[in-house]
């Protein structure tokens, strides 16, 4: 991987939650550079705030203490440069499959906008179903719908959530290498949190392994396996029985 | 859209036709399952279609025979209950009655809405609004629209502003709630999406809250409507001298007209079908109620 910008740097970010009256520590001094073109993986133990610091970066919450930059901007709220894509929740059930991809384009003229919402349905394999609304749609489609909406308005950068995670482990698999060749054929950042540590090795340029809550970077692990990646080399299995160490998790049931 | 699906001749798709079919709020979606699965044909389709009818019919017969029988005359017969509203439209009471009922409800139910889904959604919007407002709805909410006759009628005299106060009082609170719950029950995660996407304040309201609370709101105010029914009835029977629930008293008090009293009911109850079949078809409209597939 050759040198490149830094795209988001995280700085001494420290948050916690306050609920009837007793202060939460979440994170708790989170330092990280994520590199322009980067797809970076966050992992940790559930509850640890993988979330909380996806949601910081994406400037729905803002931290305690400490600044996130993008572009060398502080981040002060959320963006449309940046999206954040939800579980499959975050469609809009009153619209239409191409009224959803369209949603964020309404500063585009008319013909660019019908030119986007083509070629992304297009992109993520949703031809035929513009008109069908996300009731009529399974999970891994409104989740493919949801990525379209995001890429619709060129972000420069794709925060995920859990996204796969309600998805079953077949539509799970076909996702991730969908979300492998979209990102090859954009070169969007991605920041991607996930519980899933194989998930995490398959996809990620470098993992980044929270601790337990108030979370602490453990490790950052840098996957150096080229795409498409074999899931039963050594090297792989290496990396990703080196992060269920790091996790206190042992790899035999 | 099941025509769609049959058009594309996708398997996988029809699956989720059916899927969504079941979980849709309209219970009139499942018989179409049960006709694709064992298509029932000729005869017996017309007999599962006329069932609901011949059940009534049934009924109706024996209610004859059994208000035949009575050695105390305590119920009309249907016979005689027909008769009544044959006499009531002749007079030209029927409709008169009719209109002016539907007449207060429609004003009392429109002013309401209008007050209180606005306010709603402004309440439930704004959390230190809904800690002030909360206790006051919750105090008025358990008194009866009918408690309210007396007031109504000292503040507006006998007549028809008395009346359209009485349902306007009682369509008020359930709308509040419906409309102040609603705009609560949005997922967050709408609501972040549309801050993503750069909407302005004006624009979220109008993208994303307006169509959100939409569905919850047409169910709201057809429970609603529904009530303003029940409560003009009552209404009529004491600050009114027309409409049909001043019908059904003044037939009793003017001489035990236990058949234009029944006939009033059968009336009432045929007027409060349509207008919830009204709302009904309100509440199908697609570009209201997200993607919910109707029958076409």
Partial sequence: MAIRETKLSAEHITMAFQRDGKTTPVLNDISLDVAQGEFLC??????????TLLSAMAGFLSPASGEIRIDGQVVTGPDPRRIFVFQERGVFPWLTVEGNIEFGLFALARGERQRRITHYIKMVGLTGFER??????????KQRLEVARALAVNPDMLLLDEPFG??????????RSELLRIWEAEGNTVVFVTHDIDEAVQLADRVVVLSDRPAKIQQIVKVDIAHPRDISSARYLELRNGIFEQLGLAHTI | MLRFANALGHRR?????NRRSCAGP???DIPILERRGNRPKGLRLLLTKLRPLVFIAVLLLLWQIAAGRQTVHVLPSPLETLAGIIDLARQGLLLKYAVASLFRVTWGFISASVLAIPMGLTIGWYRRAEMAFNPLI??????SPLAWIPIAILWFGVGDIAAIFLIFISCLFPLLLTAINAVQGIPAVYMNAGRNFGLSPAAIIYRVLYPAVMPQLITGLRITLGLAWLVVVAAEMIAVNSGL?????????????YDLVVAGMVVIAVIGLLLDLLMRSLAAAKSLRWGVVTED
Avoid: H, W
């Avoid at chain 1, 069908?132 to 489609?141: D, H, I, N, R």
């Avoid at chain 2, 629930?245 to 007209?257: E, K």
């Fill in chain 2, 13 to 17: 798709f029809q699956v989720a036709a």
């Fill in chain 1, 166 to 175: 309600a998805l079953d482990s077949i539509t799970r698999l076909t996702m």
């Fill in chain 1, 42 to 51: 966050i992992v940790g133990p559930s509850g640890c705030g993988k979330s």
């Fill in chain 2, 138 to 143: 919750q105090i008025l909410r358990p008194i």
């Fill in chain 1, 132 to 141: 069908a609304y996300p009731a009529e749609l399974s999970g891994g489609m």
């Fill in chain 2, 26 to 28: 309209s219970a009139r």
């Fill in chain 2, 245 to 257: 629930g001043f019908l059904i008293i003044d037939a009793r008090n003017a001489g035990n007209r």
